[in-house]
Nanobody
Framework: QAQLVESGGGLVLSGGSLRLSCAASGGIFSRYAVGWFRQAPGKDREFVAAISRGGANTNYAGSVEGRFTISRDNAKNTVYLQMNSLKPEDTAVYFC?????????????????WGQGTQVTVSS
């Protein structure tokens, strides 16, 4: 069973960058695809990006494609989300999640394990 801990959130000006990390323990990390989701106040949790077990396949929400990059280092049991050109509408709590699925799913119900989230605030 995987345990996930996010870090790297914070306050940044519009146009700035942040890198989020999702550190995993328990289980064999390379057996899990990992996704990032976010939830703004009063809104549903939404898909941001996901990466396959070995890192060869990725998937992005249209709203972040070209600005965010997901990557993973299985030797360090960590997945990263590099966020560039941040906008105020990117403000949310960001969660990482893991699934044993072979594909790279984009829906919350496809994921089995979740972290507690890290706050990202982008000011204009």
């Amino acid at each position: 069973q995987a345990q996930l801990v996010e870090s790297g959130g914070g306050l940044v000006l519009s146009g700035g960058s942040l890198r989020l990390s999702c550190a995993a323990s328990g289980g064999i990390f390379s057996r899990y695809a990992v996704g990032w989701f976010r939830q703004a106040p009063g809104k549903d949790r939404e898909f941001v990006a996901a990466i396959s077990r070995g890192g060869a396949n990725t998937n992005y929400a249209g709203s972040v494609e070209g600005r965010f990059t997901i990557s993973r280092d299985n030797a360090k049991n960590t997945v990263y989300l590099q966020m560039n050109s941040l906008k105020p509408e990117d403000t949310a709590v960001y969660f990482c999640a893991a699934t044993s699925a072979i594909v790279v799913p984009t829906t919350t119900d496809s994921y089995d394990y979740w972290g507690q989230g890290t706050q990202v605030t982008v000011s204009s």
